[in-house]
């Protein structure tokens, strides 16, 4: 199985899931990947897990962060199929950090005239 079809059988049921699947997937097997996902892939997985209401009240108190850690299992467990041993469990880990930091991601550089 590819990641397209795998991606076009869970957007049947859940399309928000479907898109953080497909983000996370490309950036854990992207073999030059950074060691943060970019601001898309991270907000990806930050739909999702709003949409499954695991944010609770927003604030990221303990019980909301297990909540979010909790729910970003969802990712990963559609992901067995198109991703190795070593591979899930570097994606639950990023998405773990996620799960604690809406804002983990690659800061993006800016090019500019400097002061």
Not at 105 to 114: A, F, H, N, S, V
Request: hydrophobic share 35%.
């Amino acid at each position: 199985m590819n990641v397209e079809q795998l991606t076009a059988g869970i957007a049947q049921r859940d399309p928000i899931l479907a898109q953080a699947v497909s983000r996370m997937v490309g950036y854990i097997r992207d073999r030059w990947a950074s060691p943060y996902p970019t601001k898309e892939q991270t907000e990806a997985v930050n739909d999702y897990l709003r949409s499954v209401h695991a944010d609770g009240d927003g604030t990221m108190n303990e019980t909301n962060i297990a909540h979010r850690k909790i729910a970003s299992q969802e990712i990963t467990i559609n992901a067995i199929r198109v991703l190795d041993h070593d591979q899930l469990d570097r994606l639950q880990d990023v998405l773990n950090h996620i799960a604690e930091d809406r804002e983990y991601y690659m800061p993006e550089r800016e090019y500019g005239l400097g002061r």
